[in-house]
């Protein structure tokens, strides 16, 4: 029996204490990952993505996160980050089509996710876990980059 894999794809997982240096952690795995498989044009916009939602994962909840990287092929690669809050934020609670307002000049937060809809081809997110059998089990949040989208 053959077993056919689409080429160039790999995946990483990476659990993340409730540190705030889970956030430099996921930046420097993210370069090494992506340097390590030819993608360096993807590290930039991975990096600051990634920071985006590792550090809004240790400022909006009390737990630990997950990090995991896939390559999809063709040169996209899809970033996910778990965290234990069900709240889905905007851009991820719409289609990627709606957008997000940006957020007042004087506010002290609420632009870092507006980069993901500015610069990643796709995203979304689920809470995850069932409400009747008990409390959410937090959230996944995703976005893609690469493949001559963003």
Same mark, same amino acid.
């Given at each position: 029996?053959?077993?056919?894999?689409?080429?160039?794809?790999?995946?990483?997982?990476?659990? #993340?204490?409730?540190?705030?240096?889970?956030? /430099?952690?996921?930046?420097? =795995?993210?370069?090494?990952? #992506?340097? $390590?498989?030819?993608?360096? @044009?993807?590290?930039?916009?991975? @990096? #600051?993505? =990634?920071?985006? #939602?590792? =550090?809004?994962?240790? /400022?909006?909840?009390k737990?630990?996160?997950?990090?995991?990287? =896939?390559?999809?092929?063709?040169?996209?690669?899809?970033?996910?980050v778990?965290?234990?809050?069900?709240?889905?934020?905007?851009?991820?609670? /719409?289609?990627?089509?709606?957008?997000?307002?940006?957020?007042?000049?004087?506010?002290? $937060?609420? /632009?870092?996710?507006?980069?993901?809809? @500015?610069?990643a081809?796709?995203?979304?997110?689920?809470?995850? !876990?069932?409400?009747?059998?008990?409390?959410?089990?937090?959230?996944?949040?995703?976005? @893609?980059?690469?493949? !001559?989208?963003?």
């Amino acid at each position: 029996m053959v077993t056919v894999a689409p080429p160039n794809t790999w995946s990483y997982a990476l659990r #993340l204490p409730h540190d705030p240096r889970a956030a /430099r952690v996921a930046r420097m =795995t993210v370069r090494a990952a #992506l340097n $390590g498989h030819g993608l360096p @044009e993807l590290i930039d916009i991975t @990096e #600051l993505l =990634t920071s985006e #939602l590792v =550090t809004n994962a240790y /400022r909006h909840t009390k737990g630990p996160a997950s990090l995991r990287l =896939t390559a999809l092929g063709d040169e996209r690669l899809r970033v996910g980050v778990w965290d234990s809050s069900p709240h889905i934020p905007a851009p991820f609670d /719409r289609p990627p089509g709606d957008r997000v307002p940006p957020a007042p000049t004087n506010a002290e $937060g609420g /632009r870092g996710l507006l980069l993901v809809q @500015e610069y990643a081809s796709s995203w979304g997110g689920w809470p995850l !876990g069932d409400d009747l059998l008990g409390p959410r089990a937090g959230k996944l949040l995703w976005f @893609e980059v690469g493949g !001559g989208g963003r």
